[in-house]
């Protein structure tokens, strides 16, 4: 084993950000942990494009454009890609909306919605567009492991990275795998 460190990057597309809290929450193992990797992109760092890297791991599934950039973009740079929580696995709990028209949904929140002063559906060219339904990443691009829960519990991020530090499957116990 060289010194180099383990290259880390993380990323939340439609997700809620409770998959990198959960990461944080292995505390003061984050110390330990920070000696054997460093981060790239990341809500942690602000490296602003994902370079090459060791492990990616994706919070989140996809709903607009940008979200599909981000994950290609991963999916180039990152030698092993994990699909971290059920938003990224089956879209989880924002994937409810593709029960609905996505036409409707605009409606509803930016013209008739409660409390609408101004209405109109924001088009800026800035703004990424919606896409038609939110995906699990896996219909994007090909994924390596899933680590599932909403959000997963620290300890199973630990038994998913640690191994895989040392050129390891990962192995995560029963306990820490659920779906909720
Ligand atoms: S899986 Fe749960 S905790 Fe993770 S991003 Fe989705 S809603 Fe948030």
């Given at each position: ?5 383990i ?5 939340s597309?439609?997700?809620c ?5 959960s ?6 193992k ?13 809500p ?21 454009a940008d979200?599909?950039?981000?994950l ?7 030698k092993?890609l ?5 938003c990224?696995?089956?879209g989880?709990v924002?994937?409810?909306?593709n029960?609905?028209?996505?036409r ?5 929140v930016?013209?008739h919605?409660t409390g609408?002063?101004n209405?109109?559906?924001p ?12 995906y699990?990443v ?7 492991y899933?680590?599932?829960g909403c ?9 998913m990275?640690?191994?895989l530090l040392d ?10 795998l659920?779906?909720?």
């Amino acid at each position: 084993m060289t010194d180099q460190k383990i290259r880390i990057a993380t990323a939340s597309l439609a997700g809620c950000f409770g998959c990198h809290m959960s990461f944080l929450d292995i505390d003061e193992k984050l110390v330990q942990l920070n000696e054997r990797i460093e981060f790239n992109r990341s809500p942690l760092t602000d490296i602003k494009h994902c370079g090459p890297s060791d492990i990616g791991l994706i919070e989140g599934g996809v709903c607009n454009a940008d979200n599909v950039r981000v994950l290609r973009e991963f999916r180039a740079n990152c030698k092993v890609l994990i699909a971290v929580g059920a938003c990224a696995i089956n879209g989880g709990v924002p994937a409810m909306r593709n029960y609905f028209d996505l036409r409707e949904c605009l409606e509803e929140v930016y013209l008739h919605g409660t409390g609408v002063t101004n209405p109109q559906i924001p088009d800026d060219a800035e703004l990424p567009l919606l896409l038609d339904k939110v995906y699990p990443v896996q219909e994007v691009v090909r994924i390596d492991y899933f680590l599932p829960g909403c959000p997963p519990p620290a300890d199973a991020f630990l038994q998913m990275l640690m191994p895989l530090l040392d050129g390891k499957a990962p192995h995560i116990a029963n306990n820490q795998l659920h779906y909720d």
